[in-house]
Structure formats: C-alpha cells, structure tokens
C-alpha cells in the first residue's frame, strides 16, 4: 500500500501551511473617527479592528511569494510538481500569478504553474485540485498560494472591509496539519452579489445580496455534505467560516445553528476571528487565514488535539460555496501558542488615514501599463520594482 494510504482511500490533504500579510495597516477606530462613522459600527457592527494595506511595491504576487518562501524553508521543495496560484486580484489576464513566484522562489522547471480564480472559493478550488493530483500520484506533491489585496472604493460601505494577506500550503499525502475528509458540501448559484469586470480595480457589490447569497450558501453546501454522508455537527471540535468581516462569520454561525437545529455558540469560530479581524478579508486566503489561527491559537484556552475533526466554510461571490472537514494530524498541536502570526501582524507599519487614501487614489489613477519604477518601500522580501511596456519585474532580497 503507498505511503499515506488506508482502507478508506490515498489519506490527502493540508501537510503544511503560512499566512503572510502587506506592509501597512490601517487602525478602523482611525478610519471611523476621519469619516465621522461611531467606530462601535467597525469594531462590534463588523465585528474588525484593522485593515491590511499593500504598499506601491507590493500586490498578491509579493505577499503570496513571501507566504510560500517560508513555508518552503520547512517543507523544501522536493516532489513539488504543482503550483497553483488562487487569487480574485490577479495583476495580468493572461499570465499566471504564480509564474513570478516560481521565479523568484527559484522553483524548479519542471513543473506546471496555473491561475484559479472564482473570488474568494478560488483558495478551495485550488486545494481541491491539489488534492486530486496527490490521489492520482501520491508521491507528488502540491504548493497551493491563495493571495488577494482586497479593495474597494473609499468611502463605499465595502471599505472597511478591505485587506490583504496570503496563506501557502502545502498539499501532500499522509498530511501532518489536515486530513481531508473524502466528501464535501457543494452549492453553486449564479448572482451577482459581488463581481469585478475586466479593467476595474475595485469590485462592484450588493452588499446585502451578498450577505444573503453567503448564508444561502452555508444552508445549501451543508444540507449537501449531510446529504453526501458527511459528519454531523457534534463531531466537529470547530467549524471556520470565509471571513470577509468578523461579523458575517458570526452570522454564518447563526445560520448554520438554525439548520442543525442546535445552537453552536463557541463552537470554536473566534480562534479565526482573531487573525482576520486585524488583517481584513483576504478573499481566496480568507478561510485559511481563519484556520491558521484556529491551529495557533486553539479553541478557547484549549489547544487542538490529533484527531479532532474541524469543519470549514469556504464562499466565493458569484457563486460558490463549499462545506468541507478533516482531521487534525499531530503537527497541528505543535503549532499551538506560537504567535507567529500575531507577530507578523503587530510587525505592520501604521498608515495614518490621509497617508491611505492618498495611496489608494494614487493606486486608482495609475494605469496598470504604466511605465514605472517603484521605490522601496515595503520591508518584505520581495517586492514589485518596475513596470515597462506592461510587463512586470519583480525582485527579492
Ligand atoms: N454600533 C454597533 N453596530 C452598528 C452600529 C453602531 N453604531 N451602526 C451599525 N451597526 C451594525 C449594523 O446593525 C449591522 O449589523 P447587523 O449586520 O448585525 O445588522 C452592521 O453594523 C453593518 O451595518 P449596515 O447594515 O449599515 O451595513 P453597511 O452599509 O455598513 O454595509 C456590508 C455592510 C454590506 C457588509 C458592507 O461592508 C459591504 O458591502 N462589504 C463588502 C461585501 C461583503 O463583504 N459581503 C459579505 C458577503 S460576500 C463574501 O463573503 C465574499 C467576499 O469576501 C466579498
């Protein structure tokens, strides 16, 4: 029987993961106060406290190269066949995001690089393609980049849900982190709810669709895992959920309590919380950053234990959803207290709120062929340096 094989199938899924997040971060309490909004609508009505924010230099590309070159740096890269770039604010609509970080990663050739995009369910679609590759061939395995800078226009409703972060995992057979379960939840629904057409910076949204077009997905991707023989609610330690702000999480929560008909307040959702409500919504990373925090900061007090099964709500606008579980491997409970990532966050340098807006109207007024050069400003280790006849240089240190 192959490494990683059981009764049940070739056991796939999460080996390894690392969350990276922009330069800047703008303060909400901040934001609320230059906007005249009470801050108590931020901070409890959205459930945020801070917003990640890209420097010039910076965008899905840097941030997500950085998430995998730490991830790399534990994992290595042998048997990497794969790598799959999953982001809503991709910077080209031909070439593949991932192609720049193969580069700078120094990645070996032969392997396929590609794009997936479907908003914020692009980091899932990705993972789930992974993990069908390491099925196929269970010797490979798959680096998987989820990365967005999440943007809308200033003073829009969206706004102070803006962010911008990256998760890198690696997907492998006999997985340290997650095993996944064999099935999942799906619904797909056609509406637009939230939708970005070709040349614009910012997405175009119905707040409210949007809201509800999430929690018909909680409903519907559930009743279909339930349907699919998945595991009942009591068997889950936690259930995450896609986190565009703290608040629909908590609502999505809610939801899914009425569904099963119990209530699951504290069922393990506030570990999540409390990474995304300082590092705002990061699309297609968004989920992953919530499970990230589940491994670092446990359930509570409690940090989770091997073989706890956890749950995850993955949604993207437009729309798709997924319900999907597994099950904690050993490496999961060595990860707990860490504060890496809160470190990462607290590492952010502070832009006062007339510094952002100059820089995200300056973002808005800038042609992407533009010719530029861009000065050094992030302290990350990689970093966009010139745009010339539309094609983009990035570089590392
Ligand atoms: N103190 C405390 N709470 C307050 C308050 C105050 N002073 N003032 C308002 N609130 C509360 C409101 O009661 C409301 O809470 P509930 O939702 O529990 O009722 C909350 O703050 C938000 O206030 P509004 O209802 O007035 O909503 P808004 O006009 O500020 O817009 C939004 C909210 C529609 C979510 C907007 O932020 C937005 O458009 N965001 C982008 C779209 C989005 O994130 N949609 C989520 C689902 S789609 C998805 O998940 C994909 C994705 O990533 C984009």
Known sequence: MPRGASERGISVGIHDLEVATSHFVVSLSELAEHNGTDPAKYLIGLGQREMSFPAPDEDAVTIGAEAAAELLARTGVEGITTLLFATESGIDQSKAAGLWVHRLLGLPAS??????????????????????????????????????????????????????????????????????????????????????????????????????????????SWLDLAARGGPSVERLAAILFHQPFGKMAQKGLRRLSSVVGRDLDGAGNTAGEAINSRMGNSYAASVYAALAGLLEYGLGEEPLSTGDRIGWFSYGSGSVSEFLTGTVGPAATTRSGSGGIAAKLDARAALGVPEYRALHTARGETPEVTDRLLPRTTRGRFRLAEVRGGARRYEGV
């Open 111 to 220: 392997m396929r690089v590609a794009e997936v995009k479907q908003a914020c369910y692009g980091g899932t679609a990705a993972l789930q393609a992974a993990a069908g590759m390491v099925a196929r061939a269970p010797q490979e395995r798959v680096l998987v980049i989820a990365s967005d800078v999440a943007r809308y226009a200033l003073d829009s409703p969206g706004e102070p849900t803006q962010g911008a972060g990256a998760v890198a995992m690696l997907v492998s057979a006999a997985p340290a982190l997650v095993e996944l379960d064999p099935v999942s939840g799906r619904f797909t629904a056609e509406v637009d709810d939230f939708w970005r057409p070709n040349g614009m910076l910012e997405a175009l949204v119905d707040g409210e669709l949007s809201v509800a077009a999430y929690l018909d997905g909680v409903e519907s």
